[in-house]
């Protein structure tokens, strides 16, 4: 069965960072697209920042120029670099370690979350 275990989050204020880690047992790793997610309660879970195998990155409007995504496949671990933390950034954070691209939008696979780490950020 593959593991997805992301870790890093944590409580902050306002204005402050974080950087999320999301690591997976997976051996196709470096050909995979991967994909950060959060869930505030109450809400759909909303795709945050995905990445390709070639590096090429896209992220929501509302964490643009905030959260960084990158991928060290050596170590099969994908990173979500956030600055400049809001209230509203509150959630739990998931990864998806194997999805798929239709018309330019990022598909999670089921069977490749993680458990989640739980973003919050006071005011």
């Known amino acids: 069965q593959v593991q997805v275990v992301e870790s890093g989050g944590g409580f902050v204020q306002a204005g402050g960072s974080l950087r999320l880690s999301c690591a997976t047992s997976l051996r196709t790793f470096s050909r995979n697209a991967i994909a950060w997610y959060r869930q505030a309660p109450g809400q759909e879970r909303e795709l945050v920042a995905d990445?390709?195998?070639?590096?090429?990155?896209n992220y929501a409007d509302s964490v643009k120029g905030r959260f960084t995504i990158s991928r060290d496949n050596a170590k099969n671990t994908v990173y979500l670099q956030i600055h400049s933390l809001k209230p509203e950034d509150t959630a739990v954070y998931y990864c998806n370690a194997a999805g798929y691209y239709r018309d330019s939008y990022f598909y999670p696979r089921p069977g490749f979350w993680g458990q989640g780490t739980q973003v919050t950020v006071s005011s």
């Open positions: 990445i390709r195998t070639n590096g090429s990155t």
